[in-house]
């Protein structure tokens, strides 16, 4: 942990009041995975998204079960900023566990989610909003780098398993 500990003490040379703001905006977009949820719906209200949105909401749902109800359990590390007290916090203490990154997970599921749905140019933007968001986190000394990697490995594996559960449903609904 003490490499860990280093790179977030670094993040913090970095912090501008700009930032502090920008930051604190953007992760409260990941807070109960609300922007992927947003767009989840969307998605499936609209007839030529449904099929996207089915999947989205599949990968999202594989990653609640795996990040936060068994990962998070399972490793129950604490956050960083229960080690090096001396942080100045710019949200609200967080109630679960450190490892993986919820907010990062739930993003990189959706990304993924949407890569395979075939939503070239939406996957995009979830790419580059997973990544800010991610980075948030280690701007405001909630996670430690490894629960970002984590985050990012089990998103990747959520949307990936979300995209094969729906093609699996709907082989089998075909096929009857």
Not at 70 to 96: E, H
Request: hydrophobic letters at 50%; charged letters at 15%; glycine letters at 8%.
């Amino acid at each position: 942990m003490g490499i860990e500990i280093r790179m977030l003490d670094f993040i913090q040379t970095l912090r501008t009041p700009a930032g502090d703001a920008f930051m604190s905006h953007i992760t409260r977009l990941g807070d109960a995975g609300i922007v992927w949820i947003i767009l989840a719906v969307i998605l499936l209200i609209i007839p030529k998204t449904r099929r996207s949105g089915i999947i989205l909401t599949a990968a999202l749902l594989v990653d609640v079960v795996l990040c936060n109800g068994i990962l998070k359990n399972l490793f129950a590390r604490v956050r960083p900023y229960d080690v090096n007290t001396s942080v100045q916090l710019l949200i609200d203490r967080q109630k679960d566990f450190s490892f993986p990154s919820g907010h990062t997970a739930a993003s990189f599921a959706s990304a993924v989610a949407l890569y395979y749905a075939g939503s070239r140019k939406l996957c995009m933007a979830a790419f580059v909003l997973a990544a800010v968001l991610a980075f948030s986190r280690l701007y405001l000394y909630v996670h430690y780098p490894t629960d970002i990697l984590g985050g990012i490995a089990a998103g990747v594996l959520s949307g990936y398993i979300g995209y094969r559960i729906v093609n699996k449903c709907s082989r089998h609904k075909q096929a009857k």
